[in-house]
């Protein structure tokens, strides 16, 4: 294990000054470095550069699905899910209601059971009512590219 002092000192840092700016603070504010759960400052980088691969499919869906909407070959689609409106909500309360919701907790650190609660999430998405539009919208998985 090797502590790395300076990134602790940042994050803490940071922390601190987004508590301050909401106000209230949900959950734990432990940051884990140099511990069992996160041995060095590179496994923090990769645990943390994980969420965008999650992340920016997802975005992507969704900026793309107002398009979709318009366009009379896709538009079927987007009504099957209830409409833009609802199918935009159905994707995002699945994956924050799935996401973190912390079936991936091993005991390890905080983002070890989110990350693999959102990786769960991302397993089954080819099982959800919208995975139509995911494909329609250029999705290609969370770990390749997704076309814009």
Same mark, same amino acid.
């Given at each position: 294990?090797?502590?790395?002092?300076?990134?602790?000192?940042?994050?803490?840092?940071?922390?601190?000054?987004?508590?301050?700016?909401?106000?209230?603070?949900?959950?734990?504010?432990?940051?884990?470095?140099?511990?069992?759960?996160?041995?060095?400052?590179?496994?923090?980088?990769?645990?943390?550069?994980?969420?965008?691969?999650?992340?920016?499919?997802?975005?992507?869906?969704?900026?793309?699905?107002?398009?979709?909407?318009?366009?009379?070959?896709?538009?079927?689609?987007?009504?099957?899910?209830?409409?833009?409106?609802?199918?935009? !909500? $159905?994707?995002?309360?699945? =994956?924050?209601?799935? &996401? %973190?919701? +912390?079936?991936?907790?091993?005991?390890?650190?905080?983002?070890?059971?989110?990350?693999?609660?959102?990786?769960?999430?991302?397993?089954?998405?080819?099982? !959800? $009512?919208?995975?139509?539009? =995911?494909?329609?919208? &250029? %999705?290609? +998985?969370?770990?390749?590219?997704?076309?814009?």
């Amino acid at each position: 294990m090797q502590n790395p002092p300076a990134v602790a000192s940042m994050m803490r840092n940071i922390l601190s000054r987004v508590q301050s700016r909401v106000g209230s603070w949900v959950g734990l504010s432990v940051i884990h470095l140099g511990d069992r759960d996160v041995p060095n400052a590179l496994m923090f980088i990769d645990k943390y550069n994980q969420v965008p691969r999650i992340l920016n499919p997802i975005v992507g869906v969704i900026e793309k699905l107002s398009g979709m909407a318009s366009d009379p070959a896709l538009k079927y689609f987007i009504s099957e899910q209830g409409g833009l409106e609802n199918a935009t !909500k $159905s994707i995002l309360c699945d =994956f924050f209601r799935h &996401g %973190f919701d +912390g079936s991936g907790d091993d005991g390890g650190s905080c983002i070890d059971g989110r990350l693999t609660s959102a990786w769960n999430w991302c397993s089954k998405i080819e099982k !959800k $009512s919208y995975y139509t539009l =995911f494909l329609l919208a &250029g %999705f290609q +998985g969370f770990d390749g590219s997704f076309k814009r």
